[in-house]
Every structure is written in structure tokens, then in C-alpha cells.
């Protein structure tokens, strides 16, 4: 089985710094800043959904993400923290045998420096990351160009794990099993009114239902 693997939210709680990449857009944007609560509930989409879901107007947009990565590449990417059990699940999945991939909306640019942050760059085959010019920023998009990049393997060889109803959208887009990843930022009702396949409470429950394969058909 290919293992394609949401980062934010499912791999790392990369939230401080996004939060805070996203406050320091909007004051070099002259807008006010949304609480705390409004920014936390807007991490996961591609940072262009997240800025116009947050108030950003459509001809700011490209503004807005120039300041924020303006931060997160300097500051941002090292505000964060791996997940509890996660180097356990990777470990677990290679060691059966499985295929490991990355599927974020995260930049290329900055998934590569966190990847290489964390160590584990090398565990991932192929590491899918939107790109830099948004020419593919959603789940879908990042989805199409890993799986090219992974050989185009059949649909029911693969499944995504990922936190958000836009992972799980993603995968469906592509005809993927999905897992919801329920520690990270979407929740059960999310994942579930999503049509997540299966759900998982901790990382090490990915290994064993990717090992059980007992997927909806």
C-alpha cells in the first residue's frame, strides 16, 4: 500500500506559527487581526483559502501571502512540533512493507525546511507539496502531481491520511481510501460528515488499519 500522508495537523501541530505568520499578515496588511480563536479555526486549507476565508479582500490576496511567508520562512517553520507517536507510525508503515509520500498544501519551499527540521525528509519517497506559484494548491492538485510522481499506482493502492474534510475531499477526487487523522485540527464530525473511510484516534492506529486493509469497497 502507498502511504500519502498529510503533514499540518497529521504529522506535526504546526499551529503557533501559522497563527502567528497569519497575525503578522494581516497587521503588514493594515487589517484588523482576527482573535485567536477565528485564526487557530482557519488553519488547513491552501494559505490563499485560508487568507480570503479569514477577510483578506481577492486583490490583497497575493499581499497577504507574500507577508506571511515573509515570516513563516524565517520563523514560522520552526514553530512547531511533531505529534506524539508519529515517528512510531512512520517506522511502522515502512517496516511492513509500505510506501510513505507526503500530500500537503503547504508550500514546497517550506515543507522541504520542516521536513529537514524534523529528519525526515529521507523516510518519504516522494515529498507533494503545493507549489510556490499556485499553480497547484489544493488537496486535489498536490494529489494529482504526487501520485504522477509516485508512478501513477492504481487508486486502491493508495490511501491518504489526513485531518481536514479537505483531505478527505482530496482523496475522493481521486477515488484514494482515506483516513482521518481525529488528533489533529478537523475532528471526528468533520472527518465523518466528510466521508472519511476510516478513522484513527492516534498515529499509531494508522499501521494497523493500513495493515488490516479493511477499507469500504
Same mark, same amino acid.
Given at each position: 500500500?502507498?502511504?500519502?500522508?498529510?503533514?499540518?495537523? &497529521?504529522?506535526?501541530?504546526?499551529?503557533?506559527?501559522?497563527?502567528?505568520?497569519?497575525?503578522?499578515?494581516?497587521?503588514?496588511?493594515?487589517?484588523?487581526?482576527?482573535?485567536?480563536?477565528?485564526?487557530?479555526?482557519?488553519?488547513?486549507?491552501?494559505?490563499?483559502?485560508?487568507?480570503?476565508?479569514?477577510?483578506?479582500?481577492?486583490?490583497?490576496?497575493?499581499?497577504?501571502?507574500?507577508?506571511?511567508?515573509?515570516?513563516?520562512?524565517?520563523?514560522?517553520?520552526?514553530?512547531?512540533?511533531?505529534?506524539?507517536?508519529?515517528?512510531?507510525?512512520?517506522?511502522?508503515?515502512?517496516?511492513?512493507?509500505?510506501?510513505?509520500?507526503?500530500?500537503?498544501?503547504?508550500?514546497?519551499?517550506?515543507?522541504?525546511?520542516?521536513?529537514?527540521?524534523?529528519?525526515? &525528509?529521507?523516510?518519504?519517497?516522494?515529498?507533494?507539496?503545493? &507549489?510556490?506559484?499556485?499553480?497547484?494548491? &489544493?488537496?486535489?492538485?498536490?494529489?494529482?502531481?504526487?501520485?504522477?510522481?509516485?508512478?501513477?499506482?492504481?487508486?486502491?493502492?493508495?490511501?491518504?491520511?489526513?485531518?481536514?474534510?479537505?483531505?478527505?475531499?482530496?482523496?475522493?477526487?481521486?477515488?484514494?481510501?482515506?483516513?482521518?487523522?481525529?488528533?489533529?485540527?478537523?475532528?471526528?464530525?468533520?472527518?465523518?460528515?466528510?466521508?472519511?473511510?476510516?478513522?484513527?484516534?492516534?498515529?499509531?492506529?494508522?499501521?494497523?488499519?493500513?495493515?488490516?486493509?479493511?477499507?469500504?469497497?
Amino acid at each position: 500500500m502507498i502511504v500519502l500522508l498529510d503533514l499540518d495537523g &497529521t504529522v506535526w501541530d504546526s499551529e503557533p506559527g501559522i497563527v502567528a505568520c497569519l497575525r503578522h499578515a494581516f497587521a503588514q496588511l493594515g487589517l484588523a487581526v482576527p482573535d485567536h480563536d477565528a485564526l487557530a479555526g482557519g488553519v488547513g486549507p491552501p494559505l490563499q483559502t485560508m487568507l480570503a476565508e479569514l477577510g483578506v479582500p481577492g486583490d490583497r490576496l497575493d499581499e497577504g501571502v507574500a507577508h506571511y511567508r515573509e515570516r513563516y520562512l524565517r520563523a514560522g517553520v520552526f514553530e512547531a512540533s511533531l505529534y506524539e507517536g508519529v515517528i512510531d507510525m512512520l517506522d511502522g508503515l515502512a517496516g511492513s512493507g509500505h510506501r510513505l509520500a507526503t500530500a500537503t498544501s503547504k508550500g514546497e519551499v517550506p515543507t522541504g525546511i520542516m521536513l529537514d527540521h524534523f529528519g525526515l &525528509t529521507h523516510r518519504f519517497e516522494v515529498v507533494g507539496a503545493a &507549489t510556490m506559484d499556485a499553480t497547484a494548491v &489544493t488537496k486535489a492538485q498536490v494529489l494529482a502531481r504526487t501520485l504522477a510522481a509516485l508512478g501513477d499506482p492504481a487508486p486502491e493502492e493508495c490511501v491518504l491520511v489526513g485531518d481536514r474534510s479537505y483531505d478527505v475531499e482530496g482523496a475522493a477526487a481521486h477515488g484514494l481510501h482515506c483516513i482521518g487523522a481525529t488528533w489533529g485540527y478537523g475532528g471526528v464530525e468533520e472527518l465523518r460528515m466528510a466521508g472519511a473511510h476510516l478513522l484513527a484516534a492516534r498515529p499509531l492506529d494508522v499501521c494497523a488499519l493500513v495493515d488490516g486493509g479493511s477499507f469500504p469497497t
